[in-house]
């Protein structure tokens, strides 16, 4: 059964949905405070986002629209991406925040790391 995990990222509430080994991120929820340029639209127009979204679903065996899931209203609305592409994204947008979401996942996933 999946399970909402939240996480303090130096002041902003990032949301987590763990089932398994497989862990969903709010992005949206890591971009809030940047720039219209920075939101998960303007990552997931480039042509890298859209390569490494494929390659992605090529190597997991995993459908292209189970991997990047934008969500309107609800509980647990706004843009969700699998583990993987999230931290992709976050790395786009600063090496800082692409670490903190990497050290999320793991966290979530139960995987010690060393800080």
Not at 77 to 92: F, I, L, P
Not at 94 to 110: A, Q, T, Y
Request: proline content about 2%.
């Amino acid at each position: 059964m999946a399970e909402l995990r939240i996480l303090d990222f130096n002041g902003t509430q990032v949301s987590f949905v763990v089932g398994g080994r497989t862990v969903l991120v709010c992005v949206s929820e890591l971009s809030k405070s940047l720039t219209k340029a920075q939101q998960p639209s303007r990552w997931l127009a480039t042509k890298q986002a859209k390569e490494l979204i494929r390659q992605i679903s090529q190597m997991k065996r995993i459908q292209v629209e189970s991997l990047v899931n934008v969500r309107h209203g609800g509980v647990i609305n706004g843009t969700w991406m699998y583990a993987e592409v999230a931290v992709a994204y976050a790395e786009w947008l600063s090496p800082e925040i692409g670490r903190n979401c990497s050290e999320g996942i793991k966290e979530v996933i139960g995987v010690k790391t060393s800080k």
